[in-house]
């Protein structure tokens, strides 16, 4: 975390017209911290769910005399209000523009990248990453040790942590004469939209005679493995340790929690729910939850 | 994926005596791709599964010029239909041979290679990868950012992709007299067959005071983690994410589904299947299916 | 493993006050090796667990010479016995002090680390590891692909292997205007206590606004996920393939079994045991063991 002073006048300059009013004198007052509840201060920026029932005990208990609060919030004597439609989201914005170191995009010098490769401005590449003929959008941050195969294609602002593999061969055999396992081609691509972000250690092959396809806006955690031929749609979540299996569709805004697996072909309809660990060995239908081993549908109460 | 013509006699020569009959004019007639059944083209090598009910209409239907298809299919006007025992394994055949791009033997300069290593004939190693006093068979391919310690002994042509980590310590310990763990000495080896495949991510641990053993054209895809001591047979199918914890014995052609997990100790008999997710605490018959969290007998049906 | 002749004279001066008696003469007698119970030979340094029943026939039956047995063995004729309280335990001493190649500590060329870091004394730092303004410990062995991100704290004796990834982003979201994922920032620590160990390619997140912690002595084992916000007790065991997500409470000396999952924001009391596969989505009282999906108390019979 960077330790600075943040006045509450650059914080109203930055969040602009996301701000509906602000309350209380603020002249030379800053934060310089965000924290969790048990270690608020008074120069934590606070912030109010919108969601709770006793925001106005809130705001009065906590200790920092800055907070973010959405409209149904009275103001509270000595506090700065900052009164916002999503007090949350205007803290992550605050906290990821103030607060988070973001590495200059550059191409570490031990960065090995293949001269036939396509890479976009301002790219971040880390260190012992190493990246084949593949395509890489603007503004995509991809940090050490990871790897790329050719042939990937990333779209932009992508964000892949460190030793994540992209585009690796995937996993499909066909019998010989002697009854060994014979690798069939993996000759397919993976594609990612924009702002796609892959977590690390997580591997996505690439598609064996399709392509694997990864939409815009999807976040995959850590220690996943996507394997050939899936098509993942918009906004999907895939939390930590998922298996994917090979030739998946998974339709927007899915959203798939830890540990779970899911057998091939099957399709997973949009706004469905797949519960942690949940095996799941048919297809879900749209806006559906459904856990366990085997999955089934868990019914709303 | 390679671009380029191939022409139906090129394909002819390198399939040789597989080939029981070639049907069609194909003087000058070239494929330039293999793809899933969206995106056949005039110009694809295209195929039909033998266990399908309706191959002539599969071949009527297809966009393709070129087939390989079984003895049962009969000819179809305009078609070439090169007939084999097994269309998949020559379609494998030929798209690895025409259309995957393998890098030529090499070591990167990079690589850092203990001087007291064996390293056989025709070995690719790649970018960053590390390997110890360790001997590798011939024609092995050993992907970049690798880890491969002390004492691993690894077959021919044996795939390793990046990532992989092969013959670190294993997770034992003794208490100490203050409760706390200490380490149990992890001095056996990891000895590996020929043709063995290892995933990306994957971790496989040397034996504690046995060794780790992984039989001839096994296969365990990306992100598992098999622990000391195990002793896997031929031709072992092990999906991702894939838990073995220490010293199991799995015997021949054992398929082990993503995401199940082996409690130590238990023997898989051949020819068992392990179901995706399933938490097997027993041994296994040979030739079972289990599944389920426990894992029980599937009784089929 | 080391191979070399080990007079039992050199082992007794290691064992030192932890032995209570030697019986047999064993001048000039050396071991050269520890084996499983299939290789014994007579020159290995065998062992009797004190927890079986038929232990003088054990002595009796082994090819060793010489043997670690607890006080209840009686001498047999042509034995060598080394009589300790706990023989398991003496056994791994001498097998990590003889027999485990230890690398000297060292910072290996091309290991990257900030000058901003903080590395204590007698570390040893593998090939290609990433360090960034971190702070670690004396004596800690970080082994080769490692990476560790800015403001970890790392305690003393720490043992972290191959592909391990400390401190990274975590995984939280805000959604924006458009409904599209917008990063929480990730600006807190990952702060582990001394003798730590973390198994080859797993990943501990930072915390978001609070910290990520790890107490003295806790062991975790190959390719877990480790999310933010986690407060994590001492001499605390997490085996394979475990995904633990964010901000649970995990007591002192609790047992997490491979491939199991917990949902976020649980409470595992001390001393409790979370079985193989288990899906915890709720408290776990001290002490108890809990298996399945959804995890469940297992009464004791």
């Given at each position: 975390?960077?330790?600075?002073?943040?006045?509450?006048?650059?914080?109203?300059?930055?969040?602009?017209?996301?701000?509906?009013?602000?309350?209380?004198?603020?002249?030379?007052?800053?934060?310089?911290?965000?924290?969790?509840?048990?270690?608020?201060?008074?120069?934590?920026?606070?912030?109010?769910?919108?969601?709770?029932?006793?925001?106005?005990?809130?705001?009065?208990?906590?200790?920092?005399?800055?907070?973010?609060?959405?409209?149904?919030?009275?103001?509270?004597?000595?506090?700065?209000?900052?009164?916002?439609?999503?007090?949350?989201?205007?803290?992550?914005?605050?906290?990821?523009?103030?607060?988070?170191?973001?590495?200059?995009?550059?191409?570490?010098?031990?960065?090995?990248?293949?001269?036939?490769?396509?890479?976009?401005?301002?790219?971040?590449?880390?260190?012992?990453?190493?990246?084949?003929?593949?395509?890489?959008?603007?503004?995509?941050?991809?940090?050490?040790?990871?790897?790329?195969?050719?042939?990937?294609?990333?779209?932009?602002?992508?964000?892949i942590k460190s030793g994540?593999?992209?585009?690796?061969?995937?996993?499909?055999?066909?019998?010989?004469?002697?009854?060994?396992?014979?690798?069939?081609?993996?000759?397919?691509?993976?594609?990612?939209?924009?702002?796609?972000?892959?977590?690390?250690?997580?591997?996505?092959?690439?598609?064996?005679?399709?392509?694997?396809?990864?939409?815009?806006?999807?976040?995959?955690?850590?220690?996943?493995?996507?394997?050939?031929?899936?098509?993942?749609?918009?906004?999907?979540?895939?939390?930590?340790?998922?298996?994917?299996?090979?030739?998946?569709?998974?339709?927007?805004n899915v959203w798939i929690?830890?540990?779970?697996?899911?057998?091939?072909?099957?399709?997973?309809?949009?706004?469905?729910?797949?519960?942690?660990?949940?095996?799941?060995?048919?297809?879900?239908?749209?806006?559906?939850?459904?856990?366990?081993?085997?999955?089934?549908?868990?019914?709303?109460?």
């Amino acid at each position: 975390m960077i330790i600075k002073k943040i006045l509450v006048d650059e914080i109203i300059d930055f969040l602009g017209k996301d701000i509906i009013k602000v309350m209380g004198l603020h002249e030379g007052i800053y934060i310089d911290n965000l924290s969790d509840v048990d270690r608020v201060n008074e120069t934590t920026l606070d912030w109010v769910n919108p969601t709770k029932a006793n925001k106005q005990e809130i705001v009065k208990a906590s200790k920092a005399r800055v907070m973010l609060v959405d409209e149904t919030v009275e103001y509270v004597d000595g506090k700065i209000l900052i009164v916002v439609k999503n007090p949350k989201m205007a803290l992550a914005q605050v906290g990821n523009h103030f607060f988070v170191n973001h590495p200059k995009p550059s191409i570490h010098p031990t960065a090995i990248i293949d001269p036939d490769a396509t890479i976009g401005k301002d790219v971040y590449v880390g260190a012992y990453t190493v990246i084949g003929k593949a395509t890489i959008g603007d503004n995509c941050f991809i940090d050490s040790n990871v790897k790329i195969y050719d042939d990937v294609q990333m779209g932009k602002g992508c964000y892949i942590k460190s030793g994540a593999i992209l585009g690796g061969a995937g996993f499909g055999y066909e019998r010989d004469k002697d009854g060994n396992r014979f690798r069939f081609p993996q000759i397919g691509s993976l594609i990612m939209g924009d702002d796609v972000e892959v977590g690390a250690n997580t591997c996505i092959d690439r598609g064996a005679l399709s392509d694997t396809v990864i939409g815009d806006h999807t976040k995959i955690n850590n220690l996943c493995h996507i394997a050939h031929n899936n098509k993942i749609g918009r906004n999907v979540v895939i939390a930590g340790c998922v298996n994917v299996s090979g030739g998946n569709i998974i339709d927007d805004n899915v959203w798939i929690a830890p540990n779970s697996s899911l057998r091939g072909y099957v399709h997973i309809g949009e706004n469905a729910f797949v519960g942690m660990g949940a095996v799941v060995v048919k297809d879900i239908p749209a806006g559906e939850t459904w856990i366990g081993n085997p999955a089934h549908k868990l019914e709303k109460k």
